[in-house]
Nanobody, 117 residues
Framework: QVQLVESGGGLVQPGGSLRLSCAASGFRSSYVMGWYRQAPGKQRELVAR???????NYADSVQGRFTISRDNAKNTVYLQMNSLRPEDTAVYYC????????????WGQGTQVTVSS
């Protein structure tokens, strides 16, 4: 049974930093793990993802500010968020696809990130 548990969200001032963690269990390997976010009244969107070989993709809006990484030994993926802006406020979700053909994969419960002064 695949489980994803996110942590690390919270309230931060503009310009601040947060690190999100997603601890995964129930599988031994994955095709891609990623972070998505959903703000009120908006669709869920990709923030960043990391493939099994280590390559990464970022949304244009976070490029240069956010960094995704993974610890395969711990089956955990991280999202380091720097220079946070009010428009980064959203619920952040972890996602895993164990194979190319598995879509949309599995989701965590989400963690709230609020950027406000």
């Amino acid at each position: 049974q695949v489980q994803l548990v996110e942590s690390g969200g919270g309230l931060v001032q503009p310009g601040g930093s947060l690190r999100l963690s997603c601890a995964a269990s129930g599988f031994r390997s994955s095709y891609v793990m990623g972070w998505y976010r959903q703000a009120p009244g908006k669709q869920r969107e990709l923030v960043a993802r990391i493939f099994s070989g280590g390559s990464t993709n970022y949304a244009d809006s976070v490029q240069g500010r956010f960094t995704i990484s993974r610890d395969n030994a711990k089956n955990t993926v991280y999202l380091q968020m720097n220079s946070l802006r009010p428009e980064d406020t959203a619920v952040y979700y972890c996602n895993v696809r164990r194979s190319l053909g598995e879509y949309p994969g599995y989701w965590g419960q989400g963690t709230q990130v609020t950027v406000s002064s």
